[in-house]
C-alpha cells in the first residue's frame, strides 16, 4: 500500500481542505518519507493537493478545479500534446491564446525538500515564472517525486540524452508571503493546484 493510501484511505482523492487534520501535524521533517515531506512543504508554501488513485479520479478533480473556479471554456497556456484530450472534454480553448486563465501542465519533477515543482521548456517553453498566468494546475505522478533539487536535475539530464530541455526552473512559493521575506524576492508567487496520480 502507498504512503498515500495510507494517508487518504482509498476513498479517493482528497484535496487540501478535505485534509485540514493532517496538515496540522507538525512532523519532525527528518522522520518523513521523501513522499511525506514533499506533501508537508508543498502544503507549507500554500500548493493544493490533490491525491488521485486512478485517470477517471484525475479527470473528477481537474473537473472540481474548472467548477471552483469559473474556468469552463476558457483559453489555457498549454504546450504538451499529451494533455490535450482533457482540455477538449471540458471545452477549453489552447490555440492561438492571448489571455489565459491558467497554465495547464505537467513537470519534471516534484522536489521533496523544498516542496516545489521542476519544470523545463518542455512544459513552459521559454516563458520565465513571472511571464506565466496566476493560475497553475500541474499534473504529475508520485514516480516524480524526489528528495533534491540536485536529483531532479540529475533525471533531465538521464531523461534527456540529447535532446537536453532549456529553461529549467523551480516554483515553490504558492501563497503571497503574509510578511515581507527575503528569501521570496524576484519570485513570482502562484495560485498552484497539483492533480497528483498514484503510479507505484
Known amino acids: 500500500m502507498s504512503i498515500f493510501s495510507k494517508l487518504f484511505g482509498s476513498s479517493g482523492a482528497a484535496s487540501e481542505e478535505d485534509n485540514d487534520k493532517e496538515n496540522n501535524l507538525s512532523f519532525p521533517e527528518s522522520n518523513l518519507s521523501i513522499d511525506e515531506q514533499f506533501i508537508f512543504n508543498f502544503k507549507k508554501n500554500g500548493g493544493k493537493f490533490l491525491y488521485c488513485e486512478n485517470s477517471d479520479e484525475v479527470k473528477e478533480q481537474f473537473e472540481n478545479i474548472l467548477q471552483?473556479?469559473?474556468?469552463?471554456?476558457?483559453?489555457?497556456?498549454?504546450?504538451?500534446?499529451?494533455?490535450?484530450?482533457?482540455?477538449?472534454?471540458?471545452?477549453?480553448?489552447?490555440?492561438?491564446?492571448?489571455?489565459?486563465?491558467?497554465?495547464?501542465?505537467?513537470?519534471?519533477?516534484?522536489?521533496?525538500?523544498?516542496?516545489?515543482?521542476?519544470?523545463?521548456?518542455?512544459?513552459?517553453?521559454?516563458?520565465?515564472?513571472?511571464?506565466?498566468?496566476?493560475?497553475?494546475?500541474?499534473?504529475?505522478k508520485t514516480s516524480q517525486i524526489l528528495a533534491f533539487k540536485t536529483d531532479g536535475l540529475s533525471a533531465i539530464k538521464k531523461k534527456y540524452e540529447r535532446d537536453y530541455p532549456t529553461n529549467i526552473t523551480a516554483i515553490k512559493y504558492f501563497e503571497k508571503a503574509k510578511e515581507e521575506d527575503f528569501t521570496q524576492y524576484g519570485s513570482s508567487a502562484k495560485n498552484l493546484y497539483l492533480l497528483l496520480l498514484e503510479d507505484l
Open 68 to 140: 471552483e473556479n469559473d474556468w469552463y471554456e476558457s483559453d489555457v497556456l498549454c504546450y504538451e500534446t499529451t494533455l490535450f484530450d482533457l482540455l477538449d472534454e471540458n471545452k477549453l480553448n489552447y490555440t492561438k491564446v492571448s489571455n489565459p486563465k491558467f497554465l495547464f501542465a505537467g513537470c519534471e519533477n516534484l522536489i521533496a525538500d523544498e516542496g516545489s515543482v521542476l519544470f523545463s521548456s518542455k512544459q513552459i517553453k521559454q516563458h520565465k515564472p513571472n511571464e506565466l498566468p496566476a493560475n497553475i494546475i500541474v499534473f504529475a
